[in-house]
């Protein structure tokens, strides 16, 4: 079921991703419905999967030991079928794809992918694995505005995926080239595993 839920979580993130973005879209509100929309999916599937809806997260969780080899891969899968149908559903709503995929400079989209997918995986190990903050009611909503806060910030630089899932999305919706594919690849698990390590380092008794 924990599978069942990880595809659902990253097919509605990424739904409203290709939904807010593909022209006519959500303009500059977009951010305040893709950060919403992963924080509802927190709230809803977290207690079952841990609501990850992100490679990158479910890699930096696996490195703090609390999700198995097995459940990894298995997460990878359904979070990567999710996005990718998702991207198609989208194309279907919308009759077609981006005409003129978002133009990025690699060096700056790498390092903007790394800090926000980091600052990503930092929040969801200190608000929703750490002991202290065990049984907290704020940790989906920190997630999602984690998200949004890195929309803002740094989208017109990479387009602000943060997540593999939504990185494939947006390639299969032609929103970013797929020459661009292997910076999100790079930088969004670069900055899943250093998130984890920072958390071993601070929290060495879990």
Not at 116 to 139: D, E, H, I, K, P
């Amino acid at each position: 079921m924990k599978y069942i839920y990880e595809f659902i979580g990253t097919f509605f993130l990424v739904l409203t991703v290709g939904m807010t973005a593909l022209e006519p879209g959500a303009g500059p509100l977009a951010p305040l419905a893709v950060g919403a929309a992963l924080a509802v999916m927190v709230y809803a599937g977290g207690h079952i999967s841990g609501g990850h809806y992100n490679p990158a997260v479910s890699l930096a969780v696996y490195l703090r030991e609390r999700l198995t080899t097995k459940d990894l891969w298995l997460y990878w899968v359904a979070q990567f079928l999710g996005g990718a149908l998702a991207a198609l559903l989208t194309a279907y709503f919308k009759s077609g794809f981006a005409q003129a995929p978002l133009t990025i400079d690699a060096a700056k989209a790498l390092i903007a992918e790394f800090l926000f997918t980091f600052a990503l995986c930092y929040v969801v190990l200190n608000v929703a694995t750490a002991r202290a903050t065990q049984g907290n009611s704020y940790y989906g909503w920190a997630i999602g505005f984690t998200v949004l806060v890195g929309a803002y910030a740094v989208g017109t630089l990479s387009g602000a995926a943060f997540n593999p899932a939504v990185a494939l999305g947006i390639s299969l919706l032609k929103i970013s080239a797929w020459t661009n594919f292997w910076i999100f690849l790079v930088a969004n698990f670069l900055g899943g595993a250093a998130a984890a390590y920072v958390f071993k380092a601070a929290h060495p008794n879990e």
